[in-house]
């Protein structure tokens, strides 16, 4: 796109800021256009943007009764109209001549326009600079935020047919702990949301180390509404801690995945040091602390020297499953996917099954291992 069919938008924006596109080439506008105390919702097409050829008024029959009954005015606008911009200026014009022609009734609108209408000045309350999508047919609508981190947060609205006796509903990447307000009123949902996005940085930010230092392994990659993260801290083992959104400063609920040996000192020193927690210190520097131990970054440690992906597939998601099956044998401790190894052992001939369990060797070291039947 050419940066002057970006500055010919932008100056119709200057000239009638309560106009929108949907579309990247701008080959659809629409237009909330206030003529005395009438406000209309005007749709245009304009295939050659920024060029008025073969421009059209394809919506709000209100409009379209207009030129019907006004044709003469009308044909003057395309005269002589060579931009998009030129025929929203003599279009405004138009309107404003013939406005005494413009039934003051709002029961007079047709259900069509009236529903555009009332969409259009739902954005127009939120803004349409906090507009970030808007489908061609109205169904759908975004509007976005940076937090006080520099993330961007996004609100989806989707707008039913029979909108406004319908509740359009939202949709947000947000915690579940975020019950959505639903409401005809895009402005309160807007607010609301803004206001549990504000609610929400504070566990964000404290979550935000983990992510840029630690070797994360679920979720991958994280987002907004994800409060948890499953931590490869040492070879074949695992720690997921999950924050409280209300009180992210405090110790989160803690769960290790790895071999007994491995685990067992980990379970004594969390129960033994937990009361060194620190309010003040990050989210890192405590965990590391009541554990007496060194988180892994990225930049040291590889994440195979690790070992926590399945060894047989060699991943470490699979069907949105995580490894959950581990070898005991000290020298061992591989990880594998519950599927991957059901599916080993059931292509080796001395694997046995009882009731709903196969029972066999590691492919690894060959120590016995039992893996549950998937469901």
Same mark, same amino acid.
């Given at each position: 796109m050419s940066g002057e069919v970006r500055a010919h938008y932008e100056t119709i924006l200057k000239r009638f800021p309560d106009t929108l596109s949907p579309c990247k080439r @701008?080959? /659809?506008?629409?237009?909330? #256009? /206030?003529?005395?105390?009438?406000?209309?919702?005007?749709?245009?097409?304009?295939?050659?943007?920024?060029?008025? !050829? $073969?421009?059209?008024v394809t919506g709000d029959r209100d409009i379209l009764n207009l030129i019907s009954a006004n044709q003469d005015e009308y044909q003057e606008?395309?005269?002589?109209? =060579?931009?998009?911009?030129? @025929?929203?200026?003599?279009?405004? $014009?138009?309107?404003?001549?013939?406005?005494?022609?413009?039934?003051?009734?709002? =029961?007079?609108? =047709?259900?069509?326009?009236? /529903?555009?209408?009332a969409i259009l000045e739902e954005i127009e309350k939120v803004g349409f600079s $906090?507009?970030?999508?808007?489908s061609e047919d109205?169904?759908?609508?975004q509007f976005s935020m940076t937090d006080e981190m520099e993330n961007i947060h996004k609100l989806d609205i989707t707008i039913p047919p029979e909108y406004p006796s319908v509740d359009p509903t939202p949709h947000a990447d947000l915690p579940s702990d975020w019950t959505p307000l639903v409401s005809k009123s895009f402005l309160d949902m807007y607010v609301s949301w803004i206001e549990a996005v504000v609610n929400f940085v504070p566990? +964000?930010?404290?979550? #935000?180390?983990?992510? !840029?230092?630690?070797?994360?392994?679920?979720?991958?990659?994280? =987002?907004?509404?994800?409060? @948890? /993260? !499953?931590?490869a801290i040492a070879p074949s083992l695992c720690i997921q801690i999950e924050v409280d959104p209300s009180a992210p400063n405090q110790l989160p609920a803690i769960k290790f995945?790895?071999?007994? +040996?491995?685990?067992t000192p980990l379970r004594e020193k969390l129960c033994? $040091?937990?009361?060194?927690?620190?309010?003040e210190d990050p989210l890192l520097t405590n965990l590391e602390r009541i554990l007496d131990l060194d988180f892994p970054g990225k930049m040291s440690v590889s994440r195979e020297d690790l070992k926590v992906d399945c060894w047989i597939c060699y991943s470490y998601h699979l069907d949105n499953k995580v490894p959950s099956v581990i070898c005991r044998t000290k020298m061992c401790a591989a990880f594998?996917?519950?599927?991957?190894?059901?599916?080993?052992?059931?292509?080796?001939?001395?694997? !046995?099954?009882?009731?709903?369990?196969?029972?066999?060797?590691?492919? @690894?070291?060959?120590?016995?291992?039992?893996?549950?039947?998937?469901?």
């Open positions: @701008y080959q /659809r506008i629409f237009w909330l #256009a /206030r003529v005395g105390t009438t406000t209309m919702a005007i749709r245009i097409l304009c295939p050659h943007f920024p060029e008025a !050829r $073969n421009i059209q606008i395309c005269l002589d109209t =060579s931009t998009v911009l030129q @025929y929203m200026i003599k279009l405004s $014009n138009f309107l404003k001549k013939v406005e005494q022609n413009i039934g003051a009734d709002p =029961s007079a609108k =047709s259900e069509d326009t009236g /529903r555009d209408l $906090n507009l970030t999508f808007i109205l169904l759908k609508v566990v +964000w930010h404290t979550l #935000a180390e983990l992510d !840029r230092v630690c070797w994360v392994l679920d979720p991958d990659p994280p =987002s907004p509404r994800h409060l @948890y /993260r !499953r931590i995945f790895g071999p007994d +040996w491995k685990v033994v $040091n937990s009361e060194e927690w620190d309010f594998f996917h519950q599927s991957c190894l059901y599916q080993w052992l059931k292509s080796v001939p001395e694997t !046995r099954t009882t009731l709903e369990t196969l029972f066999g060797d590691c492919p @690894y070291c060959k120590s016995p291992i039992n893996v549950g039947i998937p469901k």
